[in-house]
């Protein structure tokens, strides 16, 4: 028959076996959970129009005279023009200098340090091919 003073024992096997296995789906899942968080967003930045920046051609030829687009400088007076000139240019704006070959290095260099006086900083020196 039965034995009243046996102590009963819980089997707990199948019980952790279970929560282990919920535990693996937990931890599977747990980094795919998106959370979203509704944002509003002010009027004026999604209506900012991008604008091109405008490049400055210089080129300089072997007598000396400079040209910007149709307008034609003298070496001399190149300086008060070009700083007379370049606040109707963005800052950011790409300064592009060429300049003829048999042309002293010097003067080269000049237009380059009135260009960068000017407040431009994105300068480059056009090379011939």
Known sequence: MFDWDE????????????????LAILMVISPNIVYE??????QGSAQQEITEKKEIEISISDQR???IGSN???FETFADDFIRLAPTYPNDSTVRISADGRLNYSDVM????????AGFHNVSLVTAQ
């Open 7 to 22: 102590k009963p024992e819980l089997n707990i096997t199948p019980l952790v076996d279970v929560m282990l296995v919920l």
């Open 37 to 42: 968080e509704l944002i509003r967003l002010p």
């Open 65 to 67: 005279k400079i040209k």
């Open 72 to 74: 034609q400088y003298i």
């Open 110 to 117: 000049y237009i380059l340090s009135v260009v960068k006086k």
